[in-house]
């Protein structure tokens, strides 16, 4: 890891916010593409997932997620379930940015396909007593939708369908359809 990237990892454990917003910017920049340091970074990362700053669980989770197509030794598959954990966050805004970032691991390979669509089905059936249900669930098909516009599998099609068939409320399945077909 080059020396810049080093700080920008340092920057974001930083108290002043527009430090921190900064390195976390660049560093999503950066973790677009694959990078040779994803597991030079990857326990501290899997640590800052349970600090008590939500700013620093929103980035690390993000930067996970963008990492994962780094993750030759496919770490993602045992750790995943920390993330999910995150999608239930205190501050739903720290959960929603994990939430919405999951898809990213589900384009990566076939038992990451296999892992986000379970993961995300059960988060989708599980949030139906939340405050932020209909958000919820309307973030899990856009990821879904965002797998299927990479991956066109018509696994997940059918799985968006049988989630669908699930809401019971005609206003939020008909949202949830409209998100699903915007793009697709």
Request: overall charge negative; charged content about 35%.
């Amino acid at each position: 890891m080059d020396e810049i990237t080093k700080q920008y990892m340092e920057d974001i454990h930083s108290l002043d916010k527009d430090i921190r917003y900064e390195a976390y910017i660049k560093l999503m920049e950066i973790t677009e593409n694959e990078v040779d340091w994803a597991y030079e970074v990857w326990e501290t990362l899997i640590q800052d997932l349970k600090d008590k700053n939500n700013h620093l669980r929103s980035i690390a989770a993000q930067l996970l997620c963008n990492l994962s197509k780094s993750d030759k030794e496919a770490r993602i598959i045992s750790d995943f379930h920390h993330l999910i954990l995150l999608t239930r966050d205190e501050r739903f805004v720290t959960a929603r940015h994990c939430l919405r970032s999951l898809w990213k691991i589900g384009i990566i390979g076939e038992k990451h396909t296999d892992l986000v669509l379970s993961g995300l089905e059960e988060r989708y059936k599980d949030c139906i007593n939340e405050k932020n249900c209909t958000l919820i669930r309307a973030d899990i098909i856009e990821d879904l939708k965002n797998m299927y516009t990479i991956l066109n599998d018509e696994v997940i099609s059918t799985k968006v369908l049988e989630l669908l068939e699930m809401e019971t409320d005609d206003k939020y399945k008909k949202k949830y359809l409209s998100i699903w077909r915007k793009k697709v």
